[in-house]
T-cell receptor
């Protein structure tokens, strides 16, 4: 069974640009979660999508947004990039509900210059 | 709102020694508690979780954790460390009131030969 996949593996952008990160969940999972892992800060919850709808979002500005497609894959968009957006962005999928295990992808390393 | 504190950003133990990684949580309702492990250049993998029932939870790779409500703790232990245990470990908490999982900042475990 294929795991969670993310693309691209690495992304280099300059300040002010936009970044788009993609995630494909495990087959059968309807929920996709996005996290930011910045150095020394652990994992910060960004967004949760389930059945195509945004269910919850973390304490991030509106320039962090995303969507979930009918096939349950998801996209994270970061507009007006700032230097502090440089981080590893992890996507996880699950069956929904925060008591269920989340399965993580390998992440996209975003570097903002 | 719930929160998680992991004591010690770095822990070193000798191969064969006891591993103890500390996690304290804050939640005013019964929590769901998780331990995840992240190996270098990989996403997170679930080690074990507590939802209800038995307070001593056994996970993969010989790890276990005990939920102690009176101490609001969920410490992770392994009787005998192996070199392959070197990784970063994250404690996480969620509850039914809030549709998200809160992760601690992580503890990097170093195994000394």
């Amino acid at each position: 069974e294929a795991g969670v996949t993310q693309s691209p593996t690495h992304l280099i952008k300059t300040r002010g640009q936009q970044a788009t990160l993609r995630c494909s969940p495990i087959s059968g999972h309807t929920s996709v979660y996005w996290y930011q892992q910045a150095l020394g800060l652990g994992l910060q919850f960004l967004l949760w999508y389930d059945e195509g709808e945004e269910r919850n979002r973390g304490n991030f500005p509106p320039r962090f947004s995303g969507r979930q497609f009918p096939n349950y894959s998801s996209e994270l968009n970061v507009n007006a990039l700032e230097l502090e957006d440089s981080a590893l962005y992890l996507c996880a999928s699950g069956a929904g509900g925060t008591y269920n295990e989340q399965f993580f992808g390998p992440g996209t390393r975003l570097t903002v210059l | 709102a719930q929160s998680v504190t992991q004591l010690g950003s770095h822990v070193s133990v000798s191969e064969g020694a006891l591993v103890l990684l500390r996690c304290n949580y804050s939640s005013s309702v019964p929590p769901y508690l998780f331990w995840y492990v992240q190996y270098p250049n990989q996403g997170l993998q679930l080690l074990l979780k507590y939802t209800t029932g038995a307070t001593l939870v056994k996970g993969i790779n010989g790890f276990e954790a005990e939920f102690k409500k009176s101490e609001t703790s969920f410490h992770l232990t392994k009787p005998s460390a192996h070199m392959s245990d070197a990784a970063e470990y994250f404690c996480a908490v969620s509850d039914l009131r809030d549709d998200k999982i809160i992760f601690g900042k992580g503890t990097r475990l170093h195994i000394l030969p």
